[in-house]
């Protein structure tokens, strides 16, 4: 198997604010402790997939997420934030320790759509203020931003030039690449994978904690059943 290095793409574990039903965008509130079972179960599922690189959002339920699911990996290869503001002092001089680590880059520009003036806000109580119709038009719709955030077209623009000029050169590299983000970030990624129109891609559900693998080859991509790829990695354990 094995053909072509792997994407693995992670939409964070169920949020506090998931549970509580409140627009979130880029408040940066943690996982529940439902999204903690889920990125551990996330982490179960690719636990014997090398991991060469992994990239989190700026916000804390997508790192969470990340650390949590890699706390359960096989290959005791350990995720270090390479971008800190003062790199020097996060010098590793142990090539051995070196060769364990997996270098773990942040990026604000697969951050969660921004909500703009719903953020903090109950998604039923907007449905009863401004009609379930515009809720829906503010969440569901392509290029219709809700009040003074973002639209899906926004939030795709960045998401999108970042994977192509960050993540994509990795997996060219032969790189096996672990990304956490959000729900919407990442539906800017699968509308490029699949070709999805823009009609489709807002009708597009990714569940929280549920990893979902692609193989890389020549520009070609590959969904790929994530089971079936870790079983192929297990056997060479």
Not at 32 to 37: L, T
Not at 84 to 101: I, Q
Not at 178 to 183: C, F, I, R, S
């Amino acid at each position: 198997m094995h053909a072509g290095p792997k994407l693995i793409l992670l939409r964070h574990g169920e949020s506090v604010w998931n549970r509580r039903n409140l627009f979130t965008g880029w408040v940066d509130v943690p996982l529940s402790p439902a999204g903690i079972e889920e990125a551990l179960n996330a982490g179960s599922r690719i636990s014997f997939i090398p991991i060469d690189i992994i990239f989190v959002s700026s916000l804390v339920r997508s790192q969470l997420t990340a650390m949590i699911a890699m706390s359960v990996h096989r290959k005791e290869r350990v995720p270090v934030f390479v971008d800190h503001e003062r790199k020097e002092w996060a010098t590793n001089y142990n090539p051995d320790a070196l060769k364990m680590t997996i270098p773990t880059v942040v990026a604000w520009e697969i951050n969660e759509r921004m909500y703009g003036e719903l953020q903090g806000l109950d998604k039923d109580e907007m449905r009863k203020k401004f009609g379930v119709a515009k809720v829906e038009t503010w969440r569901r719709s392509f290029d219709i931003p809700p009040p003074n955030g973002e639209s899906l077209e926004d939030t795709a623009r960045r998401a999108l030039s970042y994977f192509k000029d960050r993540i994509v050169p990795q997996l060219q590299e032969g790189k096996n690449v672990l990304v956490a983000a959000h729900g919407n970030s990442l539906r800017s990624i699968f509308m490029f994978i699949d070709h999805l129109s823009k009609e489709q891609v807002v009708k597009l559900e990714v569940p929280t904690g549920e990893p979902i693998c692609y193989s890389y080859d020549k520009s070609v991509w590959k969904r790929e059943d994530v089971d079936d790829v870790q079983y192929a990695y297990q056997k060479e354990f």
